[in-house]
């Protein structure tokens, strides 16, 4: 019965180091760091032309790579377009943000179904946005 207030202890003092590291256990919403909205616009049918235009807000005092993608669950089907967006001078995250938007024309894939339309950051993709789009027949 030693080990149950050892077991006890030994947690208790790495729940206080990890909450003492700032480290939080959660899941965090992406999207929320650097892109402020998406709209994917056009005929949903096969082939059809279609136009998405992503709204990000920079604040950083480095270049940001971009790129936006046609996926279909977790594969990449089309590259739609890439970009970097000039780092913001004197960027912190106490900043005013740069507002800008990319904007790419597509065409629809030739098969119906569901899709997603996502553009994220390569270095940090957990930093991303995306909207499904369903391409009827």
Known sequence: M???PRCIALLAATTLL?????????????GTEFWASIEITG???PDSPLHVEAQY???YPVDVDVLCELRREKEQLLEIGRA????LAGGNPAATPIAGTLSYDFSAPPAPG???VECLTPLDEDNF???E???GS
Do not use: K, N
């Not at 990890?18 to 992406?30: F, S, Y």
């Not at 970097?84 to 780092?87: E, K, L, R, Y």
């Open 114 to 116: 569901t899709y997603v």
């Open 2 to 4: 030693a080990s149950v």
């Open 133 to 135: 789009i369903t391409i």
């Open 129 to 131: 946005i995306g909207d």
């Open 18 to 30: 990890i909450a003492g590291c700032g480290v939080r256990l959660q899941d965090l919403e992406p």
């Open 43 to 45: 005929t949903f049918t």
């Open 84 to 87: 970097t967006v000039p780092a």
């Open 57 to 59: 807000e920079q604040l």
